[in-house]
């Protein structure tokens, strides 16, 4: 316990001095990258603790555990990070166009994106749920028979949808470019329920009281995040040698505990 508060402590002192020298851009020693010592990260910041924009932390950039393991591990390879916000539906053809050198975005390692580029390990994971208005009580695809369901374009949520949809029968699907457009869409009543993962959920939950979320029974499916890169970037080694150093030494620890718990507590109210 005491152990897990120290290393909390560091981090936290880490990656605050870490995101100034990364924004000032005083990032030196050599680098490959496409602008000299800059590495361009593409995201999509509507994906908090992940990713997200929060006016008293995040100065007009995104914030969030992606962006702290991003910080962190360009740092240490010595890199710039530039930080680009896309749809996520438009991460994997920037980082094919060469117009990213990385991604992270919560993104899933599945099988059919490995075709198009390479991921790291799996950093953290995660389930879907089902996100809709408290007292729905919606808790497996059955209950969406008859049911409008948002999820995000392009995400594993739409195909795992889709699939549901085509096996059950009678449930319509909406795809949009964000979360916080189904959420809205969903207070509004325009669809009755969204699919999202818990990580993500929570936060939605906590900040609107009106919803509710039920986590599904993932089976065999991918789940889980990793760092996408273009097919056969170098980087890709590196970059996975610092997030082991992460592992290792209770940085990711640290991190998942600041986002996943203190985060979550502080939305909460507690
Ligand atoms: N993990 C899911 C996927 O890879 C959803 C990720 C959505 N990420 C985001 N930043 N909106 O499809």
């Known amino acids: 316990m005491l152990m897990r508060r120290r290393n909390f402590l560091v981090a936290l002192a880490l990656s605050s001095s870490l995101l100034v020298s990364a924004i000032a851009g005083c990032g030196s020693n050599g680098g490959t990258a496409s602008d000299g010592n800059k590495l361009v990260m593409a995201t999509s910041a509507d994906y908090p603790p992940y990713e997200f924009f929060e006016t008293e932390r995040g100065d007009g950039k995104p914030v969030g555990f992606d ?14 990070l530039e930080i680009q916000d896309m749809d996520f539906n438009g991460i994997i053809p920037a980082l094919q166009a060469g117009r990213a050198d ?19 390990s799996i950093y953290y994971d995660a389930k879907n749920t089902i996100v809709a208005k408290a007292g729905s009580g919606f808790k497996t695809y059955d209950d969406l028979v008859g049911k409008t369901v948002g999820v995000q374009l392009g995400s594993i949520q739409e195909n795992e949808a889709r699939e549901k949809a085509e096996e059950i029968g009678n449930i319509t699907l909406e795809s949009r470019n964000k979360i916080s457009e189904l959420i809205q869409e969903m207070k509004a009543g325009r669809i009755d329920a969204a699919i999202v993962e818990d990580t993500v959920a929570k936060g939605y939950i906590a900040n609107n009281p009106d919803l509710e979320f039920t986590t599904l029974d993932g089976g065999e499916e991918a789940s889980g995040s990793a760092i996408a890169f273009p097919k056969g970037s ?3 080694e590196k970059f996975e040698a610092v997030l082991q150093d992460m592992k290792a030494n209770g940085t990711l620890e640290a991190l998942i505990k600041k986002w996943f718990e203190d985060y979550y507590a502080e939305q909460a109210g507690e």
């Open 102 to 120: 990385f991604a992270m975005a919560g993104m899933t390692p599945t099988a059919e994106r490995k075709e198009n580029v390479d991921f790291s």
């Open 67 to 80: 962006i702290d393991i991003a910080t962190y591990i360009t740092e240490e390879l010595g890199y710039e």
């Open 234 to 236: 170098e980087l890709r």
